[in-house]
């Protein structure tokens, strides 16, 4: 059973940062993009940021770019979203998934159940 199981979320105040984890199980995601999402109350589902299979490349929305960083480490079959400079809009549930299309993430086989970051003002 493929598993992508989310850690590292919590309550941060803003301008503080958060590093979160994904951790594959199940199948190896090594050859793979992989992405973060978020989904605020209300929201639809907001495009985070992708990583390339190599780890070489990367894309992130907008709203992240320059603050949020995503990286990987294919031996251990886990992916990272460091978030720096929070603020209250970054508050939402975020997604990991892998084996996802190119640029943007526009389609993704596999998903996590999301780990929860509240930045508080």
């Known amino acids: 059973q493929v598993q992508l199981v989310e850690s590292g979320g919590g309550l941060v105040q803003a301008g503080g940062s958060l590093r979160l984890s994904c951790a594959a199980s199940?199948?190896?995601?090594?050859?793979?993009?992989m992405g973060w999402f978020r989904q605020a109350p209300g929201k639809e589902r907001e495009f985070v940021g992708t990583i390339s299979w190599s780890g070489q490349t990367t894309w992130y929305g907008d709203s992240v770019k320059g603050r949020f960083t995503i990286s990987r480490d294919r031996a251990k079959n886990t992916v990272y979203l460091q978030m720096n400079s929070l603020k209250p809009e970054d508050t939402a549930v975020y997604y990991c998934a892998g084996d996802c299309s190119l640029p943007y993430g526009s389609s993704c086989n596999h998903w996590g159940q999301g780990t929860q970051v509240t930045v508080s003002s």
């Open positions: 199940g199948r190896t995601f090594s050859n793979d993009a």
